[in-house]
């Protein structure tokens, strides 16, 4: 170990020194992600802005495009950084692994590349294949969602075997089944069919289950293994709490997902199912909450990693909040049926992406910087700890006065476009003239500019933090 504050990678094992890597070209992302969100949001007040140039469409696809990549990036940075510790042993085929790290990034690129160069054009066969596949969320040409399974299928051998070479601890029993279906499920988004109806059935597969299912599950591992790093608390602890928020998740997120099929064209008892099963999926978050909570208290917040801490125990709330409670309130059928794709399913989207995940990709920054930087001290009295403060309160409210400013407009649209008018074509166009509406869409700038200054606050304390201390951390001995 070297000088403490120093960035030096001989204080990281070789799935860390990995990690260190997708970490950075996640945080690269999030911040096109932000940057091509304003844009989107500047066009909602002025249409004509940059419009035959980067219209709204291209800057939304490529703003939700880098948000499941990145988060993808975080999520794998975060696995390889916790594979040797949980496992005991070395990553089986890091050579591989970094290989597949490059042809990732580089595919990234690349498919962005071809979306801003190529905006518009008839959708062939060919465009399927070359330029965009057409599935929001997932909008990557066939090309790449080969490469990205080939990715995905090497990331998923070197964890297993690892895993199988040395140890299976609850956590990586847990992960390793649940990679096997967040992997799985990405090929139901593959298949070309022209009929909507089946496209959508299937396309939800990947985006309900991925979210509301396989990540939340992923986030519960994150979840156990950062409240033994940063808090000390104890393995039986975690991962009974694991075993029961994983068995409460799949019971109500599975087939939660008929919250989706209620207008699309499926069947009539999707109402009744999705209702119900959705309708209880905010317990587990609440048993997330229970848990991140209880051991923080019992531990006295004492910390070995203060700003790690914080965002953990901010994706226990950032969770329950943003898909708990802002997606219960849309749920029921009787309700979804005003609310439906207004800018109240945005407010939903945005808190819950930003509490459940943006959240805890976060933490592992901050657990990843302190070890990379010699075990340095990050609790209390840190030099600089403004900066990390600061900009985890701007990250916080920029996004609820973006939430809070996307419900009132959808609150709005569902009134005055679906109550009032019924839904016609007249309707649509009342609600998007109206003030409150406007105005709403106004608020929701003034947010995004408070989030992105956090965002670059975030950057610059990621880029520093520790650099000026002497201090060792004090690592939190295991208690009940
Ligand atoms: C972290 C977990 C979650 C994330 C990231 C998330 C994200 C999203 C996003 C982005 C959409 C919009 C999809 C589209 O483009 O149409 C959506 C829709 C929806 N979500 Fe969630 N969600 C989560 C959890 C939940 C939960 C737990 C519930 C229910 C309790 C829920 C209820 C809904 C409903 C009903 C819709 C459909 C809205 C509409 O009809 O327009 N979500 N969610
Ligand atoms: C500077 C901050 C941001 C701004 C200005 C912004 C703006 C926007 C805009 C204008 C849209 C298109 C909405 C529409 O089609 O009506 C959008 C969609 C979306 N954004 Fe953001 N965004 C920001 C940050 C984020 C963050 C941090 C997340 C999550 C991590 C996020 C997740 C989403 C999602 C999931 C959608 C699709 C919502 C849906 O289909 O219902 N955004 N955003
Ligand atoms: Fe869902």
């Known amino acids: 170990m070297t000088a403490l504050g120093k960035l030096d990678s001989s204080n990281l094992n070789g799935g860390q ?14 911040g096109a992600q932000v940057l091509f969100g304003l844009l989107a949001a500047i066009q909602y007040l002025q249409p004509d802005f940059l419009f035959g140039v980067l219209d709204f469409s291209v800057n939304r696809m490529v703003h939700i495009n880098a948000m499941v990549v990145w988060l993808l990036f975080g999520f794998i940075g975060s ?13 089986v085929g890091l050579g591989l692994a970094n290989l597949i790290f490059w042809v990732f990034t580089l595919a990234v690129v690349v498919v962005v590349a071809v979306y801003l160069l190529i905006q518009i054009g008839d959708g062939t066969h060919t465009s399927i294949w070359l330029i965009n596949e057409g599935r929001e969320y997932i909008e990557a040409p066939r090309w790449a969602d080969i490469g990205i ?31 096997v279906a967040l992997a799985g499920l990405y090929l139901a988004g593959m ?38 790093k940063t808090l000390g608390v104890r393995r039986k602890i975690v991962e009974t709490w694991l075993y029961i928020e994983v068995a409460l998740m799949f019971g109500s997120g599975i087939l939660g997902l008929g919250h989706h099929y209620f207008w699309i064209g499926t069947p009539e008892y999707w109402l009744a199912i999705g209702g119900f099963f959705s309708a209880l999926e905010p ?59 207004t800018q109240w399913t945005a407010s ?12 805890m990709v976060i933490a592992f920054f901050y657990i990843a ?18 900066k990390w403060k600061w900009a985890l309160a701007l990250l916080h409210i920029g996004m609820i006065a973006m939430t809070m400013a996307l419900l009132i407009s959808g609150y709005e649209q569902s009134h005055i476009e679906r109550a009032i008018e019924g839904s016609s074509w007249a309707g649509y166009f009342a609600a998007q ?10 608020w929701r700038m003034i947010g995004g500019w408070i989030f992105a200054a956090g965002f670059v606050l975030l950057v610059w304390d990621l880029l520093t933090i520790g650099r000026k201390e002497t201090r060792a951390a004090v690592v939190p001995a295991p208690v009940d």
């Open 79 to 91: 696995v390889y950084w916790l594979l040797e510790d949980e496992s005991g042993v070395p990553v």
């Open 369 to 386: 910087l302190q070890k990379w930087r010699g075990n340095v001290y990050m609790s209390g009295n840190l030099v600089g700890a403004w």
């Open 149 to 179: 399974v080939v990715c995905v299928l090497v990331f998923f051998y070197n964890v297993a075997a690892t895993f199988t070479k040395g140890r299976y601890t609850g956590v990586g029993g847990v992960l390793v089944l649940d990679l």
């Open 191 to 228: 298949w070309f069919t022209p009929n909507i109806s089946i496209d959508q059935h299937w396309w939800w597969w990947v985006i309900h289950l991925w979210v509301e299912a396989t990540w939340e599950v992923l986030v519960g591992c994150l979840m156990a293994y950062g409240l033994m």
């Open 348 to 359: 939903h989207g945005h808190l819950a992406f930003f509490g459940a995940y943006v959240t």
């Open 433 to 442: 003239a109206h003030p409150w509406f406007i105005q709403g869409m106004q």
């Open 283 to 341: 317990i587990p978050l609440v048993a997330m909450v229970v848990h991140a909570v209880f051991d923080a208290g019992h531990h006295k917040l004492k910390s070995s990693n203060n700003p790690a801490l914080a965002w953990i125990i901010a994706q226990a709330f950032g969770n329950f909040f943003g898909a708990g409670v802002w997606g219960f309130m849309h749920t029921l059928p009787q309700i979804n049926l005003y609310t439906h794709g």
């Open 17 to 30: 020194k990995l990690s260190i890597k997708y970490f950075t070209v996640a945080a690269a992302l999030f």
